[in-house]
């Protein structure tokens, strides 16, 4: 069965830098989503993509924060300069539409020092 | 925005024991999604369920749209079905909001 993609499946940084998460999904959907997950919390809504375009996004998804798809295949999740409080679990899923069920990947852990 | 509400917090069960997670919510959903998310943090899909009612194996679900809740029923439950069950719903937007989830706890 076709599956989403996440890597690295680990990521240690340095507060300020900048991070890029990678992640490649399922190849006939269009829908493309990005979800985090501090630890021992709920999951939330980041980012939705469509149509090499955002079409919906959270409060928490800031100016340091961006996404892209550079090709066919890839769709990337960049935290410019990386807080403490970015710590978590990041998810990036994939949809053949909206309202269809959403296919997760097996998520990045952040780790921010 | 749609309101999620999962009950209980936390179950601890025996192996072999039935359960039954619920998920209550506040507005109409155009999907509704059960995960299981194991121990090493990854997010299982078990069931796309808006409506109706639908069996895998040891597990099954049912959602009453109109009365705003969904059931998630474990039967025979085993050590590896321990974790952490999520309800995700989308209404109106694309998005899914996630409710906190119920921890389940499987004992030999």
């Known amino acids: 069965e076709p599956e989403v993609t996440q890597t690295p499946s680990h990521q240690v940084t340095q507060m300020g830098q900048e991070v890029i998460l990678r992640c490649v999904p399922i190849?006939?959907?269009?829908?493309f989503y990005w979800y985090r997950q501090i630890l021992g919390q709920k999951v939330e809504f980041l980012v939705s993509?469509?149509?090499?375009?955002?079409?919906?996004k959270s409060e928490i998804f800031d100016d340091q924060f961006s996404v892209e798809r550079p090709d066919g295949s890839n769709f990337t999740l960049k935290i410019r300069s990386t807080k403490l409080e970015d710590s978590a679990m990041y998810f990036c899923?994939?949809?053949?539409?909206?309202?269809?069920?959403?296919?997760f990947g097996d998520g990045t852990r952040l780790s921010i020092l | 925005g749609i309101q999620v509400e999962q009950s209980p917090p936390d179950l601890i069960l025996q192996e072999g024991a039935n359960s039954t997670l619920r998920c209550n919510f506040s507005?109409?959903?155009?999907?509704l999604q059960w995960f299981h998310q194991n121990p090493w943090g990854q997010l299982i899909n078990l069931f796309y369920?808006?409506?109706g009612t639908k069996q895998n194996g040891r597990l099954s679900a049912t959602t009453v749209a109109t009365e705003r809740y969904s059931l998630l029923y474990i039967s025979s439950s085993q050590t590896t079905d321990s974790g952490v069950y999520f309800c995700?719903?989308?209404?109106?937007?694309?998005?899914?909001?996630f409710g906190k989830g119920t921890k389940l706890t499987v004992n030999p």
């Open positions: 899923a994939s949809s053949v539409d909206s309202n269809q069920p959403q296919h």
């Open positions: 190849s006939n959907h269009l829908y």
């Open positions: 993509f469509y149509n090499n375009e955002i079409s919906e």
């Open positions: 507005d109409s959903v155009n999907n």
């Open positions: 369920i808006p409506s």
């Open positions: 995700a719903l989308e209404g109106g937007s694309e998005k899914l909001v």
